[in-house]
């Protein structure tokens, strides 16, 4: 069953890929240049708001030394580095623009690369972890090229 359940999953996660592709295409030579929204300060406040909960997220999990802290890091570098991208983007050729890319430059870039070296360092010593625990000897694979581990489904027996 949980193969069956990853081979949904990665093809759903390929379908989303390739169907993205045209999408973003169209957007790109369809959307307007200007857009004024009567939501704009509920979507950046409830943006800035997920940055709260990440890093309270991030935090909690960090200070119990649970392993949901590298979940925490990414979710937390993603948005991070959505939040740069935007504040940039959207501030272009106003009078924010300026303080948008120090910003970006200053702290939220290097906040987001920090959570994602962390995330990285710690799902390696993770992994080292187990490939100790299996017997294998050292060196250990580096990530990128590291199997998928995964644990058996007691259920499926």
Do not use: K
């Not at 030394?65 to 979940?71: A, F, K, P, S």
């Amino acid at each position: 069953m949980a193969r069956v359940r990853r081979h949904v999953a990665l093809v759903g996660m390929t379908g989303a890929a390739v169907f993205l592709v045209p999408w973003v295409a169209w957007l790109s030579s369809s959307l307007p240049s200007r857009h004024a929204s009567d939501q704009w300060r509920l979507a950046w406040t409830g943006f800035d708001a997920a940055l709260v909960l990440a890093f309270a997220a991030t935090a909690w999990t960090g200070w119990r030394n649970r392993q949901l802290v590298i979940t925490a890091l990414v979710v937390l570098g993603t948005l991070l580095l959505c939040d740069a991208w935007f504040d940039v983007t959207l501030s272009w050729g106003t009078g924010e623009q300026a303080t948008s890319i120090v910003t970006a430059v200053l702290a939220e870039v290097p906040f987001a690369v920090l959570a994602l070296l962390i995330a990285h360092r710690l799902l390696h010593e993770v992994t080292h972890y187990v490939w100790h625990l299996e017997g294998r000897p050292d060196p250990v694979v580096p990530l990128h090229r590291l199997p998928l581990i995964v644990v058996p489904d007691v259920h499926e027996h």
